[in-house]
């Protein structure tokens, strides 16, 4: 399975993916924790940058003009079957994600967090639901609703939410920061 991280520019946090957690760029951090799990055949920086260099990670030009859900359409027929992960979760450890491919038997998987928010960016996606997620698509752009309907789900642990953990805001990335253990990075 490959892991597929997905990174556009963001409106509310310009920047954000480059913004240095533990000495190092976010996304640099994640892209570190996804290959050195062992967990996948390759991992890759989905982008939507124009211009994007990650040393050690594969970087492929995401094409698609729209939201996240056409990103996620076209990387099913690019790619098969991935790990989607947001490109700013720098919490993302070993454990979370042996724990959730562990749990994966073939069929769509994302994880719910302790708070019941479905996580489109947590989760399994295949070919075994190309052709509905593509109807699906071109009928609505809310992901979260695709996945809570198709989806196996996972609830997550508390402790395992908080590995969720996104940023979008600069308080986000404050907070982030002070939960980062850069000892055991």
């Known amino acids: 399975m490959k892991a597929i ?9 310009p920047g954000k993916h480059f913004m240095k957690v533990c000495g190092e760029p976010m996304l640099g951090r994640i892209c570190k924790t996804m290959e050195g799990s062992r967990l996948f055949d390759d991992v890759i920086v989905y982008s939507k940058y124009q211009e994007l260099t990650l040393e050690g990670c594969t970087i492929v030009k995401d094409p698609t003009k729209g939201t996240l859900i056409d990103s ?16 700013d979760l720098p919490l993302l450890d070993h454990a979370i994600l042996s724990d959730f491919v562990s749990k994966y038997d073939g069929a769509p998987l994302a994880a719910v967090d302790s ?4 996580e489109p960016l947590f989760a399994i996606y295949n070919r075994q639901i190309y052709e509905s997620i593509l109807e ?24 395992q939410s908080y ?10 990335f404050e907070r982030a920061i ?5 000892s055991h990075s």
Not at 150 to 156: H, V
Not at 178 to 182: E, F, I, Q
Request: with cysteine; hydrophobic share 35%.
């Open 5 to 13: 991280i997905f990174v556009k520019p963001s409106e509310r946090l």
């Open 72 to 87: 996620l359409v076209e990387s099913i027929t690019k790619f098969g079957e991935f790990l989607a992960v947001g490109g």
């Open 115 to 118: 708070e019941g928010t479905v």
């Open 136 to 159: 699906y698509s071109r009928r609505s752009k809310q992901i979260y609703t695709f996945v809570q309907r198709e989806f196996n789900l996972l609830q997550m642990t508390q402790s």
């Open 163 to 172: 590995k969720l953990f996104n940023v979008n805001t600069k308080d986000d």
């Open 178 to 182: 002070k939960l980062v253990n850069c």
